[in-house]
């Protein structure tokens, strides 16, 4: 059964907490503030981007800086706004100089990223550039050839379709490519509106109800 409203936001808000506090990898010494991800806590979509970059890390807040302000225009052109979608990143914390993120900390990461999946309950995870792309298709076929076509994963424990974009970064390096990403965006409202199709469920299946269903918490307001 899908959590209420309020549990989701409960469930949020709690691992919110344990996130802004998290000291699980080295980049919580170099971080001003930690970067949970923001928007509709029952969002249909949700938009995974690689790391918080330097804007991000200063307030806190995923995809605030020149990245962020085109994908907020992306969202317009499909009539949807920042509110309406959940954005998150891989990682929580910013690399320093916006390096790579190491596979430590993309491991010590990841079970927040799966919460959140089992919480949102997103049906379309749109992935935001190569590494993003890579880490949550499991491939490492690259996003100029995967970009613009839906898959289907089994993530978190949910089945969901997984669309990868070419991240918006890319599109402010080389100015041609915001007309790819426009027309990638301009699939999703009709992807939203697709029946997920079924997933073999894996064997263990029964022995996992998702541990992570939280219980009805704080009524703090930080998540739509
Ligand atoms: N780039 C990302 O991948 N994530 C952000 O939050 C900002 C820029």
């Given at each position: 059964m899908s959590p209420s409203a309020d549990q989701r936001r409960g469930g949020l808000i709690e691992l919110y907490r344990e996130v802004s506090s998290c000291t699980r990898c080295r980049l919580h010494e170099g971080?001003?503030?930690?970067?949970?991800?923001?928007?509709?806590?029952?969002?249909?979509?949700?938009?995974?981007?690689?790391?918080?970059g330097a804007e991000e890390d200063r307030q806190g807040l995923p995809f605030v800086g020149r990245a962020g302000q085109l994908l907020n225009e992306l969202l317009a052109g499909?009539?949807?706004?920042?509110?309406?979608?959940?954005?998150?990143?891989?990682?929580?914390?910013?690399?320093?100089?916006?390096?790579?993120?190491?596979?430590?900390e993309i491991e010590a990461c990841w079970p927040y990223l799966e919460r959140q999946i089992q919480l949102i309950e997103p049906r379309v995870i749109a992935t935001l550039g190569n590494f993003a792309t890579k880490k949550i298709t499991g491939s490492q076929v690259g996003i100029t050839r995967v970009r613009g076509t839906p898959q289907v994963h089994e993530l978190a424990g949910r089945t969901v379709f997984v669309f990868p974009v070419l991240h918006?970064?890319?599109?402010?390096?080389?100015?041609s490519l915001a007309e790819t990403l426009r027309e990638d965006f301009a699939k999703l409202p009709g992807l939203l509106r697709e029946p997920l199709p079924e997933l073999e469920p894996p064997a263990d299946a029964a022995m996992d109800p998702v541990a992570a269903r939280p219980d009805p918490a704080s009524q703090l307001d930080l998540f739509g």
């Open positions: 971080r001003t503030k930690a970067v949970f991800g923001a928007g509709d806590a029952g969002a249909d979509l949700m938009f995974i981007g690689e790391a918080p499909i009539e949807l706004r920042r509110d309406d979608v959940f954005v998150a990143n891989i990682l929580k914390s910013r690399p320093p100089g916006n390096r790579d993120p190491q596979p430590d918006p970064a890319a599109a402010l390096r080389t100015p």
